[in-house]
């Protein structure tokens, strides 16, 4: 198992820049595969970008391919989404998603650790 805990959130203007940390508690991180979701109010809980267990495979969602990137520090268990030319439709609640395996993880049923989520707010 392992605990997640998202920070870095708030309020940034449209076009500007926001990086956001997971920091996961338990020896086991390096095995899991992460994923960054968000929620936006009335929408579904939508991927945003995904990585393997040692980053080198990563995905991203098409609406911020070119933009967001999402590296990963196993020794010091942390995984962070960099948001850059940010849009309000960016605007959500952001979760830190873990799941057991090596492969990439794409979808949400293949996540099962879940953080709080943190709020961005991109103003126009």
């Known amino acids: 198992q392992v605990q997640l805990v998202e920070s870095g959130g708030g309020l940034v203007q449209a076009g500007g820049s926001l990086r956001l940390s997971c920091a996961a508690s338990g020896r086991t991180f390096s095995s899991y595969g992460m994923a960054w979701f968000r929620q936006a109010p009335g929408k579904e809980r939508e991927i945003v970008a995904a990585?393997?267990?040692?980053?080198?495979?990563?995905d991203y969602a098409d609406s911020v391919k070119g933009r967001f990137t999402i590296p990963r520090d196993n020794a010091k268990n942390t995984v962070t989404l960099q948001m850059n030319s940010l849009k309000p439709e960016d605007t959500g609640v952001y979760y830190c998603?873990?799941?057991?395996?090596?492969?990439?993880?794409?979808?949400?049923?293949?996540?099962?650790?879940w953080g709080q989520g943190t709020q961005v707010t991109v103003s126009s």
């Open positions: 998603a873990a799941g057991g395996g090596y492969r990439l993880l794409r979808t949400k049923d293949e996540y099962d650790n």
């Open positions: 990585i393997n267990w040692n980053g080198g495979s990563t």
